[in-house]
């Protein structure tokens, strides 16, 4: 009897994958039909066959993006520095030439936003440094790590809107009757608004406030990762609040520091709408300088990428050498 049964059972299982197998044929979609390919299956066990190539294939489009619209953009750019007319007309020849670069060094109204513009990213580089460290460091060693994600997320929010709408933040915080002054002339300090407007301070402050975010992140995973037990230790031995800041989070944390700064950096030496909405004469930065060359003819092209080249260049050699000097003070650390 149970042998019955059990044969029952085999041929009612068998109908019912024959069915399956029918109805599966009849009722699979079109992507369906090609994933089921003999030459779909051939094709893709070809080109994913090895972990090479599939990493060749997860590589293949970053490399496509950063060459064409990084690396591309870049090398047009010095091509453009180095010809004597740009974009050219129907008919002519365009012509190798160094001048561009040479009526750099012939002006010093060229040279002096140069350097300023240098000198402004280098200081207010430090400024960001020094008051976001603090947050930072309070952020990563004495908030609770699942409260972490929740102030993390407050600060990110002012970043959701673009370069333009926190500028204009900063004018109407800054402004005659803007906060600032509203609140010293309600707690009696000033009887007339403080011109911050068009100002070093003003461009400042900008700066920094459309900057904090790529110096705190940085910061934040450095500070984060480091072991309580080091501090603790120190402690236990006898160093100080401060002995245990200078001689162990500091330290370890310059790794944090060097990427940091190397952002902010690299970012406050491009920025353009921020100083002409806020900065005035005696601020002008070398990005103005650059754009009044590309408003023009196009003549006047060549020159301004000669001076943008100019520009990436230098803060890039500066950034490099930044990046050695940490890494030498960070191999010291670890000694």
């Not at 002096?112 to 603090?134: E, K, N």
């Not at 007339?192 to 068009?198: D, G, H, K, N, Q």
């Not at 200078?246 to 920025?271: D, H, N, Q, R």
Request: net charge positive.
């Amino acid at each position: 009897m149970s042998g019955k049964v059990q044969t029952s059972a085999a041929t009612l299982a068998g109908d019912l994958g024959a069915g399956n197998r029918s109805g599966g044929r009849e009722g699979r979609s079109f992507w369906g039909a090609i994933a089921a390919s003999q030459f779909y299956q051939a094709f893709s066990n070809a080109l994913l066959s090895s972990p090479r190539r599939q990493f060749a294939i997860l590589l293949a489009f970053p490399v496509l993006w950063v060459l064409t619209q990084h690396l591309g953009p870049m090398l047009q750019m010095f091509y453009v520095s180095f010809v004597d007319a740009y974009p050219v007309s129907r008919g002519y020849q365009n012509e190798f030439t160094l001048d561009n670069y040479a009526r750099f060094f012939g002006s010093a109204i060229f040279i002096m936003p140069f350097f300023r513009t240098l000198a402004f990213a280098a200081t207010l580089t430090l400024a960001t440094l020094i008051l976001t460290y603090p947050v930072a460091y309070f952020l990563a060693r004495h908030v609770k790590r699942s409260n972490q994600m929740v102030f993390l997320l407050l600060l990110l929010i002012p970043f959701w809107v673009g370069e333009i709408v926190r500028t204009y933040a900063i004018m109407i915080l800054l402004g005659n009757n803007g906060a600032v002054n509203l609140a010293l002339k309600w707690l009696g300090l000033i009887d007339r608004p403080i011109p911050f407007m068009y100002t070093g301070f003003s461009l400042s402050v900008g700066i920094i406030y459309l900057s904090a975010l790529y110096m705190l992140l940085p910061l934040y995973s450095a500070l984060e990762k480091l072991p309580r037990s080091y501090t603790e230790a120190a402690a236990d031995l006898g160093a100080g609040p401060w002995t245990r800041f200078w001689k162990v989070t500091l330290p370890l944390s310059l790794e944090g520091i060097s990427s940091g700064a190397t952002l902010v950096f690299l970012i406050s030496t491009g920025y353009y709408a921020t100083p002409v909405l806020l900065g005035g004469p005696s601020t002008t930065v070398f990005a103005e300088t650059i754009a009044g060359f590309f408003h023009t003819a196009g003549d006047e092209w060549p020159t301004g990428a000669a001076f943008a080249c100019l520009m990436f260049v230098t803060a890039l050699a500066i950034s490099l050498a930044f990046g050695r000097l940490m890494t030498r003070l960070q191999k010291g650390v670890r000694k």
